[in-house]
T-cell receptor
Framework: DQQVKQNSPSLSVQEGRISILNCDYTNSMFDYFLWYKKYPAEGPTFLISISSIKDKNEDGRFTVFLNKSAKHLSLHIVPSQPGDSAVYFCAAGGVNEKLTFGTGTRLTIIP | GAGVSQSPSNKVTEKGKDVELRCDPISGHTALYWYRQSLGQGLEFLIYFQGNSAPDKSGLPSDRFSAERTGGSVSTLTIQRTQQEDSAVYLC?????????????FGPGTRLTVT
């Protein structure tokens, strides 16, 4: 049973526009959420996180939104840049829960 | 400081042979994780170490897979009698503490190809 789902395997966005990546989870014990970015032939790198006590966290061009009632989080990238092209994984965890990753969304920024 | 390192970066082996994959976590990180990413798939959890003990081995696909960690540092993932379906990128990560409340830092992975 997939506890963390990324239903869009791929997404293409024009350079300069907003990229929105979505993630849904089922385990109500998750209280900490992260986004990772992965380039080919490299390990994933941490991008941004949010704890369940917040509904928004912003870091430069990256903003993560959390809707606990819907068990949904999203990552907004604005403006999108060519270097943002990568695979993005969402992950969820908690004090007594190991980190569980989604299947990833491949983002392509079109120049 | 140094990040997580893994060796070898690439490994090609014949079906039926044993392989060992090594992970050096970030110094001072108590938790260490092994994941597998098969072609077109997400990150599949294999095993988690807290110190030298493995509280969660639930992701190991079969008894051909084993892992150990010594000195609270280096970890080795061993796959015995490799099969073609074992071909994947094996990723190691470490974090300051365990479970899911801390960012995990990943190594570059070992690409295993079983022919």
């Amino acid at each position: 049973d997939q506890q963390v789902k990324q239903n869009s395997p791929s997404l293409s966005v024009q350079e300069g526009r907003i990229s929105i990546l979505n993630c849904d989870y089922t385990n109500s014990m998750f209280d900490y959420f992260l986004w990772y970015k992965k380039y080919p032939a490299e390990g994933p790198t941490f991008l941004i996180s949010i704890s369940s006590i917040k509904d928004k966290n912003e870091d430069g061009r990256f903003t993560v939104f959390l809707n606990k009632s819907a068990k949904h989080l999203s990552l907004h990238i604005v403006p999108s840049q060519p270097g943002d092209s990568a695979v993005y994984f969402c992950a969820a965890g908690g004090v007594n829960e190991k980190l569980t990753f989604g299947t990833g969304t491949r983002l392509t920024i079109i120049p | 400081g140094a990040g997580v390192s893994q060796s070898p970066s690439n490994k090609v082996t014949e079906k039926g042979k044993d392989v060992e994959l090594r992970c050096d976590p970030i110094s001072g990180h108590t938790a260490l994780y092994w994941y597998r990413q098969s072609l077109g798939q997400g990150l599949e959890f294999l095993i988690y170490f807290q110190g030298n003990s493995a509280p969660d081995k639930s992701g190991l696909p079969s008894d051909r897979f084993s892992a150990e960690r010594t000195g609270g540092s280096v970890s080795t993932l061993t796959i015995q009698r490799t099969q073609q379906e074992d071909s994947a990128v094996y990723l190691c990560a470490s974090s300051l503490e365990g479970l899911g409340s801390y960012e995990q830092y990943f190594g570059p992975g070992t690409r295993l190809t079983v022919t």
